[in-house]
């Protein structure tokens, strides 16, 4: 007999999608470079020389796509704003035709009944700002750019999300060199990755003040890190992750500072040597730790250390198990439901959020239209079914999780994989940019209509 697993009531059922990978229209209307478009442009950096400039054309399609969310049944959606089209210049002037594409999209939202939870910052930093997120400045840029953002659309807007996933911005964009701007230097990604938090700190009592009714958090990217084996090597390789993916940002967010074993380990590498290693000034960690009304965790998989064998698919010298392909999506990325129970789990009674969302979690599968148009995913609905189990196991357990956001409402430009990678419910054909929702995307209609699922793993 099956169990069904019905979720709270009001429980947000959603996709995501971020500015540069779905909009396009990179140079309309006004919207000037963001460092993503420099950073596509720089030979090697994105596979096939992809770039965002088309992408999925949402630009122009935003009603088609508004329409398609609603006839599938989703009740909510995360999307982020462009900096570079609202302002161009990353500060000062504001383009008025930036602010009218996100008025008639959130009104064509509202208008259908889908609840919109807007992230401020997924990435595309205008290329303008000198020296990106080294510099401080552009903390105070943020907040300068959530003012005229949150103004504009707090009367509507009520959820708000500062940073998506400050780890890739600053660990991938400075450290590793895989995203924007592409830099390799491990002191300057802790340097960003400050102004980062400083930047969502600042931003916060900003987004209060111009939506006194609204809510805001930011989202952070998790996930668990296991030792291969019990080697003294693995077993510290194991917190050295940990420390830089998830305690490097949940521990400042919550109050505790940056935590003291990475600082000792970071001193010992050498990474405050190539910058000014005060870069932490008086009041900065009160500023990053201000109270927030949600936790929003981003998760895709786990990780397991070899320092014996490391792999490159995460940083770090971290390996993913070698286990057949079935375990993993095409990312490369180990399918592990367990780790998002976990993941869930561990920020809520270590650090205590009021809530949690989850606002991204999903697979990258190729699978095509078959002669009839019909897309038969059925790796990406095992995937999602195993993973709504998790979060519903994490409600059970006591965590108050109020929403699930699928990665992604439809294929886009994957950053560094471009176009390669497709982790939508929705197949776009970017020659002709038809949807074709996929057998996944029927299938998380009618988890969002009956509001849960059939479990289909052991209770
Ligand atoms: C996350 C990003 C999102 C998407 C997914 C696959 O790290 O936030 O934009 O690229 O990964």
Redesign the pocket.
């Known amino acids: 007999m099956t169990e069904f697993m019905k979720f709270p009531e009001n429980f947000a059922w959603g996709t995501a999608t ?1 500015a540069y ?1 779905i909009e396009g229209a990179a140079h309309e209307d006004g919207r000037k470079d963001s460092i993503w478009d420099v950073f596509a442009r720089t030979p090697g950096k994105v596979a096939n020389a992809d770039n965002g400039d088309v992408t999925d054309d949402h630009y122009h399609r935003w009603k088609e796509d508004v329409a398609l969310m609603k006839e599938l049944g989703y009740t909510a959606y995360r999307f982020s704003l462009a900096w570079p089209r609202i302002i161009p210049d990353g500060r000062g002037k504001v383009n008025p035709a930036g602010i009218d594409f996100y008025n008639r999209l959130i009104d064509e939202l509202l208008k259908v009944e889908i609840h919109p939870i807007v992230t401020l910052y ?1 990435w595309d930093l205008p290329a303008a700002l000198p020296d990106g997120w080294l510099n401080r400045e552009t903390s105070f840029a943020f907040a300068e750019f959530c003012q005229v953002a949150v103004r504009a659309f707090g009367d509507r807007v009520k959820d708000w999300i500062t940073i ?2 400050p780890f ?1 911005p600053s660990f991938l964009g400075y450290a590793y060199g895989r995203h924007a701007p592409g830099i390799q230097d491990l002191g300057k990604a802790l340097l960003a990755a400050h102004h980062l938090l400083l930047a969502h700190g600042l931003a916060v009592p900003v987004v209060r003040a111009a939506c006194p009714d609204g809510r805001v958090g930011i989202t952070l ?1 998790e996930g668990p890190f296991y030792p291969a084996t019990r080697s003294v090597e693995n077993l510290d390789a194991a917190r050295h992750a940990d420390g830089e993916f998830n305690r490097w940002f949940l521990d400042p967010l919550y109050g505790r500072h940056y935590p003291l074993d990475m600082l000792q380990d970071y001193v010992k590498a050498g990474a405050l040597e190539t910058i000014e290693p005060k870069f932490i000034l008086a009041g900065d960690m009160q500023q990053i730790a201000v109270p927030t009304d949600f936790l929003a965790l ?1 998760y ?1 998989t786990r990780s397991v250390i070899d320092t014996v064998k490391p792999a490159g698919n995460f940083p770090n010298n971290i390996s993913t198990l070698a286990n057949p392909a079935e375990t993993h999506t095409e990312m490369g990325w180990e399918i592990f439901p367990f780790g998002l129970y976990e993941t869930i789990c561990r920020a809520y009674f270590a650090y205590k959020p009021p809530e949690i969302i989850i606002t ?1 979690n ?1 697979a ?1 599968y190729s699978d095509a239209p078959d002669a009839s148009g019909r897309v038969s995913d059925i790796r990406r609905i095992a995937y999602l079914q195993s993973h709504i189990e998790a979060v519903g196991q994490a409600i059970r357990a006591g965590v108050p999780v109020t929403g699930y956001y699928v ?2 409402l439809m294929d886009n430009f ?2 560094a994989f471009g176009y390669a990678q497709r ?1 939508g419910l929705i197949y776009v054909d970017y020659k002709t940019q038809k949807r074709h929702p996929k057998d996944s995307a029927f299938w998380y209609g009618q988890v969002a209509r009956k509001n849960g699922l059939e479990m289909k793993a052991a209770g």
């Open positions: 971020a990978q997924h998506n996933e890739c990217n981003n895709y991204e999903g990258s990665w992604s994957e950053w982790f």
